[in-house]
T-cell receptor, first 112, second 110 residues
Framework: DAGITQSPRHKVTETGTPVTLRCHQT?????MYWYRQDPGHGLRLIHY???????DKGEVSDGYSVSRSKTEDFLLTLESATSSQTSVYFC???????????FGSGTRLTVV | TQLLEQSPQFLSIQEGENLTVYCNSS?????LQWYRQEPGEGPVLLVT?????EVKKLKRLTFQFGDARKDSSLHITAAQPGDTGLYLC??????????FGDGTTLTVKP
């Protein structure tokens, strides 16, 4: 039983449409993160949250927004999907800075 | 921006061989972690090292943190096909910043 789940696992969407990815945790961890993973770029931080309604930008935040209205849920929204946002998206949680991340199983997003 | 360079990028070996993966940076980290990722899944934490010179062992895996806390290595003894996967290192600073390396893809052939 995973403490963190992502939905959907796979999605194909058209350019210009909005897309929302969901991350749900049952660990009551304060910190939640959205990363994207692309060949040759490793894991890059999109946005993170350090509490309810407390979020901040990562290194590749352009074109993305996030919301955290409850401790357990962290949503990532692509306002208007572009082909460059085709990627595998991972949500992660951790109990504190310097602690290990627990990652979800990922969402494979294809923008056509 | 801290950079973490992993080498080699790809490694293909026979079962029973030994191997070492490296993670290097010019930055000092307060801690460093190693993860293993299998296809279609998220990375899974293997170990955290926090003290310069620290060595940790996890069965056939040996992790070392450099004395200056700028680099780390992962050594696998007698590799098995089950060790196949993407190995990622991640460095963390006292300011709360984390940086991931691009990973080493390991294939162990039976």
């Amino acid at each position: 039983d995973a403490g963190i789940t992502q939905s959907p696992r796979h999605k194909v969407t058209e350019t210009g449409t909005p897309v929302t990815l969901r991350c749900h945790q049952t660990e009551n961890h304060r910190y939640m993160y959205w990363y994207r993973q692309d060949p040759g770029h490793g894991l890059r931080l999109i946005h993170y949250s350090y509490g309810v309604k407390d979020t901040d930008k990562g290194e590749v935040s352009d074109g993305y927004s996030v919301s955290r209205s409850k401790t357990e849920d962290f949503l990532l929204t692509l306002e208007s999907a572009t082909s460059s946002q085709t990627s595998v998206y991972f949500c992660a949680i951790r109990s504190g800075q310097g602690k290990g991340y627990t990652f979800g199983s990922g969402t494979r997003l294809t923008v056509v | 921006t801290q950079l973490l360079e992993q080498s080699p990028q790809f490694l293909s070996i026979q079962e029973g061989e030994n191997l070492t993966v490296y993670c290097n940076s010019s930055s000092v980290f307060s801690s460093l972690q190693w993860y293993r990722q299998e296809p279609g899944e998220g990375p899974v934490l293997l170990v955290t090292v926090v003290t310069g010179g620290e060595v940790k062992k996890l069965k056939r895996l040996t992790f070392q943190f450099g004395d200056a806390r700028k680099d780390s290595s992962l050594h696998i003894t007698a590799a098995q096909p089950g060790d196949t996967g993407l190995y990622l290192c991640a460095g963390h600073t006292n300011a709360g910043k984390s940086t991931f390396g691009d990973g080493t893809t390991l294939t162990v052939k039976p």
